[in-house]
């Protein structure tokens, strides 16, 4: 499979929202199932993972008689930061539970602990029934370092190399996975993911809070991209409301999304992370007016699919 291909899983922030008002656009929270280069690329495990892996479950089983005959499930998964709403749904993804998986979990490390130790303690050792160590998969967890980029090769093996050392013409058939480090997100930042395949790009900034002027450096990370996935959790009116300002809480207006995407000159802009408390007739009455502005400006909804 060589096409680069998106499904949107999960597109809701800070909580899911199991409420019929909110069916068009999806009550799940982040995560986006991206196919390219022939590897299956997971960003973020809030709870949009969980229906990703029963299909991946359904599909493992249906392709062979027995355990061993059938295709291993073969995933990357990157967090963009460990807040709940991108991690909460880790632990039901079906594929950790079947031995012949491979998952790699790529994230930033927290405070004073690698990203393993983060996840079994925030995730297994005291919440969950099952600890990380008694997982049957081949499962992997690594920090991302910011001055790296992650190869992806034909063959599916994984380096990391510096991005002082990256040549683009050597790397032609590769998947290039790089990340830039957002401040504004409380406490630790929130990592925005850029992924690049035969001159075509995705950049996945989530709960990324925008600044006057834009964030410039944000903007040539993310230039030229093909696709830009902007949090775009607030309207302009509840950013700044007098009664409950949403400023400093690390997430972007619609507007922000825009003026970035303007930027950046992203030819394709997706806001994504809707706040819970916005139902299908506030987000349909937004997707109207922000639809007009340009054709290339489109909403998120869980089990949108497409092709880059």
């Known amino acids: 499979m060589q096409d680069f291909k998106i499904k949107f899983r999960g597109v809701r ?19 986006v199932e991206i196919y390219v280069g022939g590897h299956l690329i997971i960003l973020d495990a809030g709870t949009g993972i969980i229906d ?6 359904k599909e493992h089983i249906l392709s062979g008689t027995d355990l061993y005959s059938r295709k291993p499930v073969d995933a990357t998964i990157i967090l963009s930061h460990l807040h ?60 991302f370092a ?6 992806i090769k034909p063959d599916n093996t994984k380096e990391f190399i510096a991005q002082s050392d990256f040549n683009s013409d050597n790397h032609s058939s590769d998947v290039v996975i790089s990340v830039y480090k957002t401040t504004a997100h409380p406490k630790d930042g929130s990592l925005s993911i850029k992924i690049q395949y035969k001159n075509k790009s995705v950049v996945y900034a989530t709960d990324k809070e925008s600044y006057i002027g834009c964030d410039k ?51 394709t802009l997706f806001f994504f992370h809707y706040d819970p408390n916005y139902d299908d007739g506030i ?25 880059v």
């Open 84 to 143: 709940q709403d991108h991690t909460q749904g880790l632990q039901f993804f079906a594929p950790l539970f079947i031995p012949t998986s491979k998952l790699d979990i790529y994230g930033p490390p927290a405070r004073g602990e690698s990203l393993k130790e983060t996840i079994s303690n925030t995730l297994f050792e005291r919440v969950f029934p099952v600890s990380i160590d008694e997982i049957q998969s081949n499962l992997n967890i690594y920090g």
């Open 13 to 31: 922030g800070s909580h899911p929202t199991a409420k019929q008002s909110h069916l068009k656009f999806g009550g799940n929270t982040s995560c």
């Open 52 to 57: 990703l892996g029963r299909d991946l479950q």
């Open 283 to 307: 987000l349909s009455m937004l997707e109207n007016e922000y639809t007009q502005i340009s054709e290339n400006i489109k909403f998120a909804k869980e089990n949108l699919e497409f092709t």
């Open 217 to 267: 450096k944000f903007i040539e990370f993310a230039h030229g991209t093909d696709v830009l996935i902007h949090d775009a959790q607030y309207t302009q009116q509840d950013y700044i409301s007098p009664i409950l300002p949403k400023q400093g809480f690390g997430h972007s207006t619609f507007n922000m999304a825009v003026e970035t995407s303007k930027f950046a000159k992203a030819k």
């Open 146 to 151: 910011l001055k790296n980029v992650l190869i």
